[in-house]
């Protein structure tokens, strides 16, 4: 059986043309450097870049009718992507970080994209309005870097979505999906591919893999989990399984297929015979939940590229959605965002039915599969995390050896690709000291506290030149360096006492 494949895009990328400006150096003008900079934002290609995107088999977006556009892609088309980094406090000042998350959230026509105190960085997608009126706001008190990261969002989004559909899963030749499973990972697939995908792999694997079900969400889709499980059931109470979940927001597709691909892996290597897997399969089970977020995933393909949240209903009814990450009961925040914005908690404690379900769902297996590490994968940044998110105040426990496991992740990824991953505290890189609910119920404070012995966050590539927007050509290449620090994980844990 042969999985359903797309033509790969080659991913010309439109985030090239950079305009770092400083407020640093004494002799800028910031009000000259803001409208510079504001003067340069277009989105307009010229003839020469669409010719190079035709050459290398990309379509330039505004070339295709709207009709068949896969979203609407207008909804972007005044919209940029900047970063503000490197920022200098003072003792009189209240801190940048602070003073600019909480003045972005008072505009509704700002998103954050990724924050991090610890690295020193915002990335906010906004018009050319709202850059000149922030630029202004913050330069009158702060000193601070910013650049473009994202030029023609329109193209750039256009581009992570399969340029050619060849066929379906139904519809491919019976040939034995094993030796073109690759081909799965050409791109990112929608939410029915990768639950056929699930169907094609427990049929193959039927005697060690399985199909669990979590429970449905609001628009009633169901959460599917695939455990991985090589031995007797009569060990069960003895093995510990290893949780590794993805897509928990919705517009972060990189952390859906590499959850997959991990598995992918596990199963090639297992039976291929690799000493090592086995060891780890034989001695651990592993549960994957690829889609935490089915219906924020299936948004995000339908309507809106960079939706994040849920598709929940709110007390409000023109602002729909729950951020899944900051909904479970540990050290849960309520009243401090409005529905509208992309990280609303809900008013209670597993409001969010995916979290809710996850919980339920532990709650009825934990007698049968113990957890003992759980690893959630996000994007981007290129983080390794651990607890707790939510305060540095506290300290987690055997917090040594976190660390010496985070620098062990760490370090298997920069020995298979050369890309470096930090390592940091959740709560530094949130800065949830400073702003209290940005670590708030997160998926890796409850697991860790209440579940799992071990638990990471891993914020997968890049460091921001895509973002979200990560070409499908880097599906591989994330999902090999990221198995590599699962298998330094699984060794790991065998080894510990």
């Known amino acids: 059986m042969r999985l359903l494949f ?9 985030a090239a043309i950079q305009y770092p400006l400083s407020f640093l150096s004494s002799n800028n003008d910031p009000a000259l450097s803001i409208n510079s900079f504001i003067d340069n934002l277009s989105q307009d290609l010229s003839d020469f ?4 995107l035709n050459d290398n088999d990309i379509a330039y977006y505004k070339q295709i009718e709207p009709s068949n556009w896969p979203i609407d892609l207008e909804q972007y088309s005044t919209d940029f992507v900047i970063r503000l980094f490197d920022w200098i406090d003072t003792d009189d000042d209240i801190p940048f970080y602070q003073s600019t ?3 972005i959230k008072e505009q509704q026509n700002i998103k954050i994209w990724d924050s991090s105190l610890a690295s020193k960085f915002i990335d906010i997608q ?5 850059a000149q009126y922030l630029l202004t706001e913050l330069s009158s008190q702060y000193k601070f870097n910013y650049k473009l990261l994202l030029n023609n969002l329109p193209q750039t989004i256009f581009e992570t979505y399969p340029q050619s559909q060849l066929s379906s899963l139904e ?7 094993i030796t073109n499973s690759e081909l799965f990972f050409k791109t990112y697939r929608d939410i029915d591919s990768i639950y056929a995908w699930f169907d094609l792999l427990v049929n193959t694997y039927p005697d060690i893999l399985s199909i669990e079900y979590i429970g449905n969400t609001f628009e009633g889709r169901p959460m599917k989990a695939l455990r991985l499980s090589v031995h007797s059931d009569s060990k069960s109470n003895e093995i510990k399984t290893v949780v590794i979940t993805g897509g928990i927001h919705a517009r972060e597709w990189i952390s859906v297929s590499t959850t997959c691909y991990i598995l992918f892996q596990l199963l090639q290597d297992y039976e291929n015979g690799k000493v090592s897997v086995i060891r780890y399969l034989e001695n651990l089970d592993f549960l994957f939940l690829p889609l935490m977020n089915p219906d924020g995933y299936t948004y995000t393909w339908t309507n809106e590229r960079l939706w994040r949240k849920n598709k929940q209903q709110t007390f409000n009814p023109r602002c729909q959605g729950i951020d899944i990450d900051h909904s479970f009961d540990f ?3 309520s009243g401090i965002e409005s529905p509208c914005s992309d990280d609303y908690p809900g008013e209670s404690v597993f409001e969010a039915l995916e979290s809710y379900n996850w919980d ?8 049968s599969h113990p957890i003992y590490a759980y690893i959630d994968l996000h994007s981007y940044a290129q983080e390794v995390l651990y607890p707790y998110a939510y305060s540095c105040d506290i300290l987690p426990r055997d917090e040594e050896n976190l660390l010496e496991l985070a620098y062990g992740l760490s370090q298997s990824i920069r020995l298979k690709s050369g890309k470096y991953y930090q390592i940091f505290k959740a709560c530094q890189d949130k800065g949830a000291d400073l702003l209290p609910s940005m670590g708030s119920g997160s998926a890796l404070d409850y697991m860790y506290h209440n579940k799992a012995y071990w638990a990471f966050v891993l914020k997968l590539r890049d460091s921001g030149t895509h973002g979200f927007l990560l070409p499908s050509k880097y599906i591989t290449p994330v999902g090999k360096e990221i198995y590599s620090s699962i298998k330094y994980f699984a060794a790991f844990l065998l080894s510990d006492k």
């Open 49 to 52: 870049e669409i010719s190079s």
């Open 331 to 333: 050290h849960f925040t």
């Open 171 to 177: 519809e491919e030749e019976n040939d034995d999906f």
């Open 101 to 103: 998350l909480s003045l």
């Open 360 to 367: 339920n769902y532990l709650n009825e297996t934990k007698h």
């Open 126 to 130: 906004l018009n050319k309005d709202m």
């Open 6 to 14: 797309t033509l790969t895009a080659l991913v010309y990328n439109t």
